[in-house]
Nanobody, 122 residues
Framework: VQLQASGGGLVETGDSLRLSCGVS????????LAWFRRAPGKEREFVSA???????KYTDSVKGRFTVSRDNAKNTMYLQMNNLNPEDTAVYYC?????????????????WGQGTLVTVSS
């Protein structure tokens, strides 16, 4: 399983951005996929996850602003990020696990993309 995250960039407070994560595998629809992020000087943290059946989980700080989705026909997961603020500045990583359950610990995901940088200026 190989993952490729893209879509990061430099935006201003209040702007929106959409991240994409392409996944190379025949078993995409069975995977639980997740977004994590690592802010400068901080530990990597869970952002959101989505199962193959569409169950979703968000960390509290992004609820109401971020929306995770997936397109099983395109083997792609998305993260729509609205109303961004400087605290969202981080490298965003997509991850995958062969499970039908929602997982929010990084150790539960064996497959990782390379990360894409999101910078939100104030």
């Amino acid at each position: 399983v190989q993952l490729q995250a893209s879509g990061g960039g430099l935006v201003e407070t209040g702007d929106s951005l959409r991240l994409s994560c392409g996944v190379s595998t025949r078993f995409f629809s069975t995977l639980t996929l997740a977004w994590f992020r690592r802010a400068p000087g901080k530990e990597r943290e869970f952002v959101s996850a989505i199962t193959g059946s569409g169950s979703i989980k968000y960390t509290d700080s992004v609820k109401g602003r971020f929306t995770v989705s997936r397109d099983n026909a395109k083997n792609t997961m998305y993260l729509q990020m609205n109303n961004l603020n400087p605290e969202d500045t981080a490298v965003y990583y997509c991850a995958a696990a062969q499970t039908s359950r929602l997982r929010d610990w990084s150790s539960q995901y064996p497959y990782w993309g390379q990360g894409t940088l999101v910078t939100v200026s104030s």
